[in-house]
């Protein structure tokens, strides 16, 4: 039995892995999604107080409360910065990290560092304006249909101060760790270009590809769990 915590990307919140839950918990994990602060089941706390700080902290609580060892982070998307700056905090507490069409940062990199600089000063015009980012057209994750009217209901804007806070950690500790890249191909989405190329630079990754987009939570499912039961299950 392995403990497996999830954690969302931007404007998604616990509720976008629900259809990968039964899977696992059919093989006898612990599954823990982790609501982050000021958005998704916890969007009444959206402020601009958020941070990325403050969403690492929600996930180490929450692998700390379960007191588990071992523990695969999963992060997608945005995601990615909170796993890396969990497993930092947290040391041989977690086992793999396993990154789903996520943002793979360097140490002193933000959110906003990924993104191309016309990208960056129309966020950071939202952010100055409304205190958040709201969320985009979900067509941008190549849903379509129910799937996509799914996701377009539960969405909610994003806390504008995880944005540009730089996530400092032991990149050597890091690169020491087992790790899972799932790169989402079709469509792929063009910010987690940036991380994709990392990933194939770097040594010691092991890299899945799922042709599907960028949630694959949501339309590939069955496939993204068959890679988490496989990487739990080591």
Do not use: K
Request: aromatic fraction near 6%; proline fraction near 9%.
């Amino acid at each position: 039995m392995t403990t497996v915590v999830l954690v969302a990307g931007a404007w998604h919140g616990a509720w976008c892995w629900r259809r990968v839950l039964p899977a696992l918990w059919r093989a006898g994990h612990v599954v823990v999604p982790v609501p982050l602060t000021g958005v998704g089941e916890r969007a009444h706390q959206l402020s601009p107080e958020v941070t990325l700080t403050t969403h690492v902290e929600d996930v180490v609580m929450a692998v700390r409360a379960e007191e588990c060892r071992g523990a695969v982070l999963v992060g997608h998307s945005y995601g990615g910065l909170v796993v890396t700056g969990v497993a930092d905090r947290l040391g041989d507490e977690v086992g793999r990290l396993v990154y789903v069409d996520a943002v793979v940062p360097t140490p002193g990199q933000s959110w906003a560092d990924g993104n191309p600089p016309e990208v960056r000063a129309a966020r950071r015009a939202v952010i100055a304006e409304r205190g958040h980012l709201p969320p985009p057209p979900v067509s941008a994750y190549g849903l379509t249909g129910d799937d996509a009217a799914w996701v377009e209901r539960r969405q909610t804007p994003q806390p504008g101060g995880v944005y540009d806070e730089p996530l400092h950690f032991d990149a050597d500790r890091w690169a020491a760790r087992p790790r899972t890249f799932v790169d989402c191909t079709a469509p792929a989405l063009p910010t987690i270009e940036p991380s994709r190329r990392l990933v194939g630079s770097q040594p010691g990754w092991e890299v899945v590809e799922l042709a599907t987009g960028h949630d694959p939570m949501v339309s590939a499912p069955d496939e993204l769990a068959a890679v988490l039961l496989e990487v739990a299950g080591r």
